[in-house]
């Protein structure tokens, strides 16, 4: 159903043009396979603490919310062909994503895991030194296009680095055992060692925060072009005000059993 026009006044006061809101919604653009981030139904019905997000962002600017699924490899593209207004996919602000496209204040941040086999060497790794010996010459299973994949290559370089499209075919290499070990961040390795085919699978001790390393970003940001100042403000605005009264909180807090979420500084 089309959806219902907001009127010229409504736009001027929002601060947003009519390519955003010509229909009176803001269209996200957002991986769709990465739980519990975001995940589409087969009927293309995104939910996950991304999509909570950009509800709550939706709500706050008085616009509806569209979700468009794409590969992650091809969000910045994208969005810079103006598929979509934005991108809210899990997405950590880097400076190379930087050279590309604009970001909000990060929402949020986390920790990052490799998980292994019960009884392996590398399931016991409690130090980076201890854990780049035990990597060499190991199958490691990252995302495409990712920190992660960025993370490995850079200081990891006698692993052998495999590439997915995906994080569920990243999985289903790992436990069919064609990777000995997968890397992503903590909360998403939580989720593949709950499902049966985890089962034989461990979180590696050494805890990678995103802060310890450049490549792997300064948290997750809400990517925009670089000629939307105007939407970019008014994005950091709802950020700033779901951050101050608990939405962020309480949806990460679902979704990942902890917070972490990031308020304005």
């Known amino acids: 159903m089309k959806l219902k026009l907001l ?28 739980p519990p981030f975001s995940m589409a139904d087969a009927s293309g019905n995104v939910t996950g603490f991304d999509a909570d997000v950009g509800n709550a962002v939706c709500e706050k600017l008085n616009l509806k919310c569209r979700f468009v699924v794409q590969a992650f490899d091809g969000l910045i593209p994208a969005l810079n062909a103006k598929r979509f207004d934005i ?31 019960k009884g392996s060497p590398l399931a016991e790794a409690n130090d980076l030194d201890t ?13 495409g296009g990712t920190t992660h994949a960025a993370y490995v290559e850079k200081n990891m370089p006698d692993a052998q680095l495999m590439t997915y499209d995906t994080l569920d075919q990243m999985q289903i ?39 310890s390393d450049a490549t792997l970003g300064d948290g997750l940001g809400i990517g925009i072009r670089k000629d939307e100042a105007e939407l970019k403000d008014k994005i950091n ?10 939405t962020l909180k309480a949806s990460s807090e679902k979704w990942f059993k902890m917070d972490i979420s990031r308020n304005c500084k």
Do not use: W
């Not at 010459?137 to 995302?143: D, I, M």
């Not at 000995?180 to 499902?195: G, I, M, P, R, V």
């Open 7 to 34: 009127s010229l006044a409504a736009l001027m006061a929002l601060g947003l043009n009519a390519a955003h809101a010509a229909e009176g919604e803001l269209v996200i653009g957002t991986e769709g396979a990465y």
């Open 87 to 117: 991108i809210i996919s899990g997405m950590s602000i880097t400076d190379e994503r930087k050279k590309q496209i604009d970001f909000s204040n990060s929402y949020a941040e986390f920790p990052n895991q490799f998980v292994a086999k």
């Open 131 to 143: 854990l780049k010996k035990d990597l060499n010459g190991l199958r490691v299973g990252v995302q």
């Open 173 to 211: 290499d790992l436990s069919s055992g064609r990777l000995d070990t997968a890397f992503s961040d903590t909360s998403a390795q939580n989720d593949f060692l709950a499902k049966p085919e985890g089962g034989d699978f461990v979180l590696v001790p050494y805890v990678i925060d995103s802060a």
């Open 237 to 246: 605005a709802a950020l700033c005000e779901l951050g101050a009264d608990g």
